[in-house]
């Protein structure tokens, strides 16, 4: 099991034709993904990669292909035009790498996207994998992951990595990783990710990864105190970030009292979480749970 | 501060700020701005004292720093201006070396009857625009959402319908305004949030706002933030840019595209990734090595960025050390480490380097740096480079 | 049992102290609604009816009286802000009576209610009444209903009262009488009533009246054939409107050939629906499949 | 035609549409309106020939009708235009009493390349504008969605994000346009889009919508109709009125505030409530007894209001009988019988009623009536009624 994606997603890459798209389209493939299908206007009729079609819309892409998960490559100013069409035409999922899309038109999309029922990863992200599965699904590098039952969520593309690094270093697998973003708005949050590892019946230790900035980490202290049954690991980023700088990721910035990383790591440790006190320890702190 | 890995970066003046209040049709006081002690002079005869004389630097505090102050007469005028325009003013948040002040923005005082505090930001919970509204105004909003969060109403707004009237009897009630206010608090919202929207602000905050002694709502103070993200739809923003008010080497790094932020330790951090940069940050502090900089060099990095990013880090004088941390995931580690390499070349630095490099073309990335003859100690691991590092500074 | 409303409603009344709210705030606390509170932004403080509290705002009377269910009779042009708030302070149901709110607020409305969960019935719309649970939310005449096991639901207020009456007459008592309303744009049509009918297990029988304009009827007519197991009868007004002329109700207007009472009823007649020949008959033809 | 039980019905000429279209950046043809043969003459000779003639009427049909004329020369224009003016165009929307022509359009002729289909109305299942696409031009839209339903493309507008780059790449691709018009089709559909929305309208088409040998996209034809609901928010719309286009006695109950559609028929129906209405008309059908009108006084109607209906009804001549069928939700009986006491007094009219009314104030209603000494008959039930008027017919 995984949560998320498994065999039977079928991959959509939104901006395929262009250099990171067609570059991680083929490591998903290469990695095991069933990649169905690509999409960039006035590309259609090329084959990407020896055998992934290039369609010109992503509704004919799922007409075609049956697609139902998409991974999103456009660049910043052209992703909530590609979130939307991906919506309309029906995927379910939705995942986009782009970083750097204006904060409102996320915010258009995710009204929209509330709308019609479908989900949103992201934007700037790196994705999801579910090494069990063969399933990638984004631009993490797939070798370090081994397939287990660690449920990875973190905020942090790169942090994610070196976490995986670490438990796989041990021996640890993982069921599924999933990056969900840097931005402060992003379609699926802590929350969301902490409730599909507590049912997903594979996952059975969770690594949450967090930083400064916002309250997404209270909320999931909140939520894992009151509903999640098992172990949680969480590392918090920023601990030596100054007040109000802003810290590269747009939702990584210090205001007032509730986004300091001392405050998150209390609320956490009061929910019950083994806080991870150094980022060279993710490994050893849940090898030691486990033992 | 705020900085972005995309580089472009724009924060405006008070005055600005309120040019651009005044055009959705916010009242704002009546003044002007000068550039010397002259033409303070004549715009404070020409309005008419008691007058307020503000300069307009790219940060807050300057009250207390003594940015502000009230003149009676033109002469006054002169003289402030004479104390304030070419001078470096150091707030609380300017740090040390302060801000240069080219211009004053001279106001007529209001006649206030009351000080209220109106923001508007983005929510992540309602996913939108959300209106910050407090009966306590000329405050730092922070200070009262942590004593008394009961002043503080959240208003959030929904991006197909708009703010709506009902919005608009719950703020009056919650400012204990009279409802014959219910209108202009109408017009004043809908006013913020089509600003807000129209031009992909990130903050638009009126503090305090206040309501004169003619029963109109001024903005007294006016702070506007642009979502960087969303600047190549704005072109004209650019005329607002004022790099006399930027820090030499984070300028620097915002024309490279990186995203770069100067602190006072020894250590260069070079990293990819916000998460993992401040991730790498903490790692020294826990050794006791400071670090020098926040720096993410974002994903799709080339050769010339990295090169940029480096010579940035380089030449702040205070580096002695040069700690390189990266996952490749979109960026490559062949094209960081050439990025690297180019940028010691260049300078002739003979800095040491401890290089943690992982993920994508790790390999080749590896041998490049290897290669190079540059001094570069080589860890596998996050706690190997803890290990390095820790063994240099103890 | 009954569908949207019971003896667990706490009606808040938006526009109370206006003529028409008043009177029917007071008709339905005859009738034996639980009208908690009123709304009329500068009336707060005043008592309506010697006993429902009138209050500033939606928020307040929420968080005063418990209020679950809003009955809405300001002017249309207030409408949508009624609405808005009234969904904001957390009312589950909200009926608005108002005809006349322009399409465009409409849909603004149906698109904030979507995301937040709420039901809207409405506008231009009767309400709803459940007679044994001597529950009337609206502006129907309370006297006419006998508690039974017909579910009557319908895009016009006067025919559906017309209905109630025959059936009355004939000694039928209704589950619960459901007036959609006659715009073209409205929060819960006919497949939304027909569902919850379906399962309510006090509904024997189901009544629909439909009408000239739109695919309402078809949409009903696809899903009786598919899903509804109880029998239905139903009456479609406008056989006799010419083409192209709007009688009235801004969604009944009969544009090319999908509007027309005769394929309304034939759809229908298809999904095996009876078809009541004249607007006399509705009792005697319910009569007539009850024995 | 449409009306509004609101009475505030505002329909627009073709050239007025086209002139709304123009302010919001959709291409016209080249032309103007004229008022008289002279007028016509002159501006052809400026816009020189070859130009099209337009009598503009509130009614389509008028190609068909001999309303739209193509004009070589000033002379030719001066002709049509003595056979146009003050003429009753009768076309198959006009009935056979055709509509007045005041005013022509001129216009310069356009070279065409192809003709298209464009509209925007409100879709119920997306809660939303949709637009409407098809590749088939000129044709009522209806007839192609009859025969060729494949020939449609409906776009739903989310109204907070707008209309979408990818929308405009797939109506490109559905209406096998080149590429290139990506651009053009995405402006003109955020125009249609925003004045749709920001005037409140039903409709918006244009039809043909062209291709000109300039690779120009230009609307042929205008047509935009308003909801009336949404009248009171866009009262300079009001300048569009022309009395001169609405039949008598509609425009009569217009000014009177209920829905009012003079039928063929002579029995004059007053009901409340749309439903009702024409429920009550397709009863009075079943038994032979033709309608001479849908008639709805709505919900909240005053005695006055009540009075000015049934007084409409009474000044159509083929009215022979009053049927009165009232259900009194928010309406009461009482207000409704004085209403018609009035009218019937204050004009004098002995025609006999036929009268069913039920529910509020039901009692006082059929008191009043009753003591009217009006020629009343009463029915209690919708079958009795249908008994009486049977009776009546038979």
């Known amino acids: 099991m995984s949560i998320f994606v498994n065999n039977k997603t079928r991959l959509l890459v939104q901006g395929i034709t262009g250099r990171e798209g067609g570059f991680h389209a083929e490591q998903c493939l290469t990695y095991g993904t069933n990649v169905v299908a690509g999409v960039t206007p006035g590309k259609g009729g090329h084959i990407v990669a ?16 049956g697609a139902n998960v998409s991974l999103i490559f456009v660049p910043a100013p052209f992703a909530q035009d590609a979130m939307l069409e991906a919506v309309d035409a029906g995927i379910e999922l939705i995942i986009c790498i782009a970083e750097g899309v204006p904060i409102l038109d996320s915010a258009k999309t995710l009204n929209f996207i509330s709308k019609q029922g479908a989900r949103l990863l992201g934007p700037n992200c790196p994705g999801i994998i579910s090494p069990a599965e063969r399933c990638k699904v984004g631009i993490m590098p797939g070798y370090i992951h081994l397939p287990g039952t660690v449920g990875v969520v973190s905020r942090s593309g790169t942090l994610s990595y070196e976490a995986v690094s670490q438990l796989t270093a041990l021996d640890i697998g993982q069921s599924t990783c999933v990056g969900i973003g840097g931005d402060p708005l992003i379609g699926t949050d802590f929350v969301d990710v902490l409730k599909l590892f507590n049912q997903d019946p594979e996952t059975e230790l969770i690594v949450l990864i967090g930083e400064i900035g916002g309250n997404m980490e209270q909320d999931a202290a909140r939520y894992i105190k009151e509903y999640v049954t098992k172990p949680v690991a969480a590392f918090i980023a920023g601990a030596t970030a100054p007040t109000g700088k802003r810290m590269g990721h747009a939702g990584a910035i210090i205001t007032g009292s509730d986004g300091t990383a001392a405050e998150k790591k209390s609320a956490l440790e009061t929910a019950g979480v083994v806080i991870i006190p150094s980022p060279g320890e993710i490994g050893i702190t849940v090898k030691n749970m486990i033992d | 501060m705020r900085f972005s ?9 008070e005055y600005q700020a309120k040019e651009l209040m005044s055009r959705y049709g916010i009242q704002i006081p009546e003044g002007d701005t000068a550039s010397d002690p002259e033409q303070t002079a004549l715009l404070i005869s020409h309005l008419g004292p008691p007058t307020i004389v503000k300069a307009q630097i790219h940060a807050g505090g300057r009250g207390i720093g003594g940015g502000i102050k009230f003149a009676n007469s033109p002469e006054e005028g002169r ?47 309602s996913q939108g625009p959300l209106l910050i509204v407090s009966p306590t105004g000329g405050m730092d909003i922070e200070k009262i959402a942590a004593t008394q969060p009961e002043k503080i109403l959240r208003v959030p707004i929904d991006l197909g319908a708009g703010f709506q009237p009902y919005q608009s009897r719950n703020i009056c009630r919650f400012l204990n305004l009279d409802p014959k206010f219910i209108r202009a608090i109408f017009d004043l919202m809908t006013s913020v949030c089509g600003l807000f929207i129209e031009n992909d602000c990130s903050l638009v905050e009126i503090n305090p706002l206040v309501l004169d002694e003619r029963d109109c709502l001024i903005a007294l103070d006016a702070k506007i933030d642009f979502d960087d993200d969303a600047l190549f739809r704005h072109m004209r923003l650019s005329n607002f840019r004022d790099a006399s008010q930027q820090e030499e080497l984070e300028r620097q790094a ?27 940050m903490d790692l020294a502090h826990g050794v006791g090595a400071e670090p020098a900089n926040f720096l993410d060099v974002g994903g799709s990095a080339t050769i ?6 480096v010579k940035i880090m380089l030449s702040d004088t205070n580096v002695t050390i040069i700690l390189v941390n990266i996952f490749g995931g979109i960026l490559r580690c062949d094209i960081l480490a050439e ?30 740096l290897f290669e190079s003859k540059l001094d570069v100690s080589f860890a596998s691991t996050l706690r190997e480079l803890e290990g390095i590092l820790s063994a240099k500074y103890a």
Chains 1, 3 share one sequence.
Do not use: W
């Open chain 2, 304 to 309: 010339e960025k990295i090169a940029a990013a």
């Open chain 2, 79 to 125: 003289g402030i201006a004479e104390g304030l325009i070419g001078s470096h003013l150091i707030t609380n948040q300017t740090g040390a070396q302060g801000a240069i002040v080219h211009k004053l923005l001279v106001e007529k005082t209001v006649a206030i009857k009351r000080e209220m505090y109106l923001a508007c930001v983005i929510d992540r919970s």
């Open chain 2, 5 to 13: 890995a995309r580089g472009n970066v724009i924060k405006i003046h």
């Open chain 1, 50 to 65: 020896g055998k992934i079609p290039v369609f010109e819309s992503v509704h004919q892409a799922v007409n075609e292909t």
């Open chain 2, 339 to 368: 990025g690297i390499v180019k940028a010691f070349r260049d300078i002739g630095s003979t800095l040491p380097l401890v290089v943690r490099m992982s993920g994508t073309n790790v390999e080749a990335g590896t041998r490049i």
């Open chain 2, 254 to 280: 915002t024309e490279a595209g990186v995203a770069y932020v100067k602190l006072d330790g020894t250590v260069g951090c070079l990293v990819n990734g916000a998460g993992l940069a401040m991730a790498t």
